[in-house]
Structure formats: structure tokens, C-alpha cells
């Protein structure tokens, strides 16, 4: 059964401070795809990134990056420098390929960022 | 261009009544999602199709929840007859891909509260 987990529930940090978004993840499908959302108190969701499976290489994209083992099955998400317009609730999320196209996601991790 | 589009923003229904959802993806987005999302809970995706055919419907629950995007581009939710455990956002979502990755953009989403 595929499922993702995000343990932080909430997590608060004070402005230019360094996060990192844990997410874990479980399938047993060798081909699959990992996502991040962003979902700020607008309430629009974003979307930030995908990652395939056979790609492992780290992605980073201006304060935004992100760390995918396999070994570990986590995705982790680290805002570098965060900022005030960073407080959101982050998503991770997996879609999977096994007896029907499957996507879930996990329960969010709430971020405060105080300035 | 023009964002996803969604109607209506806000619905308030009583029980065992029908309401249907609309959505207008960006253009020449071949792929377009549906999701459920009850407050202080991560999305779950109801539906996604691939131009007009359904990829991922695993979660819809099919006894009250229908979906359609007969010719390809804009898509209708139905929920028929709605429960109080409906009351929920509802977004939509379309996907523009190139090459290996992919960007996801969300509507701003319909509010259905069931009394």
C-alpha cells in the first residue's frame, strides 16, 4: 500500500533561519513520482515541484530545495533563509502506477516563519 | 494566460440535495484534475483525466460522485445526492508538461458547505 507521512505537524522559525520539511514515503512500485505543494492561507494551492523515481539528483531552486533518497524513501524539502511570505501549510505528495494510476497525499506540514 | 477557472466559488446545499461543480483548465492542459479537500486536511484527489479519458478515479466515490469532460477541456463535478460530510473545498486543477517535468496550476476553488 502506498502511503506518505509528514511528521512535523508545525513547525515555527524565526525569519533568515534555515527549514527542512520531512517527508517519508512508502510503495512498492519502482517507477513513481513525488510532489511538493504549497498551500498559503489564501488557500490556493501551489505547486512546487516533481520528482520522478529514477531521478535522484537534488533540485534547487532559488531559497527552495529539495533531497530525494531512495535508501531513506524521503523527499525532504529545505526553504534556506525563510521568509514571513513563506508561512504556509506544505504538502508532499505520491503517485504511484500499481494496478491503477494512485495519487496521495500526506497530512501537511504547517509553517510558521516569525519575523 | 489565463489561470484555471472555477464556478461557483461558494455553494450552500442541504443534505440529499445535487450540486455540480465547473472548471475551465488552461488552455491545451491535456491533463486536469479534481480534488477534495476537507478543512485541516491535505487534498485528495477524486479524479484526474488525460484529455477526455479518465486516468486516476480511485478515490471517487463513485455511488454519489460523478465527473465528466466530454470534449476534452472544461470539466463538471456532480455530487448527487450530497452528504454532510461533502462540505469540503473542491479544486481543480490542469497540468502543462514539458519534456520531463511538469507544472501543476490550481483554481481558487469551490466552497460547499451541506447542511
Known amino acids: 500500500a502506498q502511503k506518505v507521512t509528514q511528521a512535523q505537524t508545525e513547525i515555527s522559525v524565526v525569519e533568515k533561519e534555515d527549514v527542512t520539511l520531512d517527508c517519508v514515503y512508502e510503495?512498492?512500485?519502482?517507477?513513481?513520482?513525488l510532489f511538493w505543494y504549497k498551500q498559503p492561507p489564501s488557500g490556493e494551492l501551489v505547486f512546487l515541484i516533481r520528482?520522478?523515481?529514477?531521478?535522484?539528483q537534488n533540485e534547487i531552486s532559488g531559497r527552495y530545495s529539495w533531497n530525494f533518497q531512495k535508501s531513506t524513501s524521503s523527499f525532504n524539502f529545505t526553504i534556506t533563509a525563510s521568509q514571513v511570505v513563506d508561512s504556509a501549510v506544505y504538502f508532499c505528495?505520491?503517485?504511484?502506477?500499481?494496478?491503477?494510476?494512485?495519487?496521495?497525499f500526506g497530512a501537511g506540514t504547517r509553517l510558521f516563519v516569525k519575523a | 494566460e489565463a489561470g484555471v477557472a472555477q464556478s461557483p466559488r461558494y455553494k450552500i446545499i442541504e443534505k440529499r440535495q445535487s450540486v455540480a461543480f465547473w472548471c475551465n483548465p488552461i488552455?491545451?492542459?491535456?491533463?486536469l484534475y479534481w480534488y477534495q479537500q476537507i478543512l485541516g486536511q491535505g487534498p485528495k484527489l477524486l479524479i484526474q483525466?488525460?484529455?477526455?479519458?479518465?486516468?486516476?478515479d480511485s478515490q471517487l466515490p463513485k455511488d454519489r460522485f460523478s465527473a465528466e469532460r466530454l470534449k476534452g477541456v472544461d470539466s463538471t463535478l456532480k455530487i448527487q445526492p450530497a452528504k454532510l460530510e461533502d462540505s469540503a473545498v473542491y479544486l481543480c486543477?490542469?497540468?502543462?508538461?514539458?519534456?520531463?517535468?511538469?507544472?501543476?496550476?490550481f483554481g481558487p476553488g469551490t466552497r460547499l458547505l451541506v447542511l
Open positions: 486543477a490542469s497540468r502543462r508538461t514539458s519534456g520531463s517535468s511538469e507544472t501543476q496550476y
Open positions: 483525466f488525460q484529455n477526455n479519458g479518465v486516468v486516476d
Open positions: 488552455s491545451g492542459h491535456a491533463t
Open positions: 520528482r520522478n523515481s529514477f531521478d535522484e
Open positions: 510503495t512498492r512500485d519502482t517507477t513513481y513520482y
Open positions: 505528495a505520491l503517485s504511484t502506477n500499481t494496478g491503477g494510476f494512485k495519487t496521495i
